[in-house]
């Protein structure tokens, strides 16, 4: 933990994140519909924000012809390990602007002075 940076704004970034992929998980999981109905466009709205790490997944997810429910529970944890990487990345990214935004000001506030 003491090698990791600190950011608020990737805090917050990767928070909204989580929350806008969650929402869409649950809905996917618990949604009325099946593929066709609510579900299937909560699913569809995952996977564009998971991408590319959910291209692997759909890709795994077509090949199997006769999925069970315990492929179903593996496939939905594959979407929230991927949604954690993606978060752990803008969360990265986020750290990294804010380093940039402080490294221009202070340049800017030296070329005041």
Do not use: D
Request: proline share 4%.
């Amino acid at each position: 933990m003491k090698n990791i940076p600190k950011s608020k704004l990737g805090a917050v970034i990767a928070v909204l994140y989580l929350i806008l992929v969650g929402y869409f998980i649950l809905v996917f999981a618990f949604g009325s519909g099946g593929p066709h109905g609510e579900a299937g466009t909560a699913l569809s709205n995952a996977f564009l924000l998971i991408l590319p790490l959910s291209g692997i997944l759909i890709s795994i997810y077509e090949t199997v012809a006769q999925p069970n429910s315990l492929f179903y529970f593996l496939f939905i944890v594959g979407l929230a390990v991927c949604a954690l990487i993606n978060a752990a990345a803008l969360y990265l990214i986020g750290w990294l602007t804010t380093r940039a935004l402080e490294a221009l000001f202070t340049r800017s506030v030296k070329r005041l002075k």
